[in-house]
């Protein structure tokens, strides 16, 4: 699933003040996706620890034996998962709490959604329609870049000649229309984790 050696993949990169290392080279769609998805399980199960232990701490003293038992009970059930989930996260992709992380799609796809029978956008990528192919991390940032700059100007009418530019760049460089649903599926990613300078 992961692997290092990666040829015309940069194995050091700064981002604005933060220098990370190449840890892992994550191939494939599914496994981007569930790479992406251990992430957000992670950060939750890691969110509901934190909360768990703030409510044992504020515990009146007056709190019986059973609520302060069910609270350390359900701690120690959720330190187990958070635990073997780091487990699995560090075997497989070098993951460590302590660094900062950054995923860099290298190859993506941009997928229109295909729509429900009442017209609304589905989220499987399976039924979606292949749009463009993002063959490199500079295509996939200058996309997301193209973006955000639509989303900026979109609210200001004064600049609606920037804003009707950009949408066109967007059309003809990525066959992208802002008014259309896609998927943007990560088929190949760095995994950078911050390192001292």
């Known amino acids: 699933m992961t692997k290092i050696i990666s040829y015309g993949i940069p194995q050091r990169i700064i981002r604005d003040t933060q220098s990370f290392q190449l840890v892992a080279m994550i191939d494939g769609a599914a496994a ?24 044992i701490a504020a515990l009146p003293p007056t709190a019986t034996v059973e609520e302060r038992a069910a609270l350390q009970t359900h701690q ?23 660094n ?13 959604k295909a729509n429900d029978d009442k017209g ?12 463009a192919e993002l063959q490199t991390a500079e295509a996939y940032d200058g996309l997301q870049a193209l973006r955000n ?15 009707e530019a950009i949408k066109a760049k967007l059309k003809d460089d990525y066959d992208f229309d802002l008014n259309s649903h896609y998927i943007l599926e990560v088929r190949k ?8 300078a």
């Open 189 to 196: 990613g760095a995994l950078y984790a911050t390192v001292e």
């Open 32 to 55: 981007n996706a569930q790479f992406i998805n251990n992430l957000q399980v992670l950060g939750q199960q890691r969110q509901l620890l934190a909360e768990v232990a703030q409510k």
């Open 120 to 131: 609304q956008p589905l989220e499987d990528a399976s039924k979606a329609t292949l749009v």
């Open 76 to 98: 120690i059930q959720l330190d187990a998962r958070v635990s073997a989930n780091l487990q699995f996260m560090t075997t497989h992709y070098g993951y460590s709490v302590k």
């Open 100 to 112: 900062n992380y950054m995923l860099c799609p290298v190859q993506s796809a941009l997928l229109l």
């Open 149 to 163: 700059k639509a989303g900026e100007l979109a609210a200001d009418p004064a600049k609606k000649d920037q804003f």
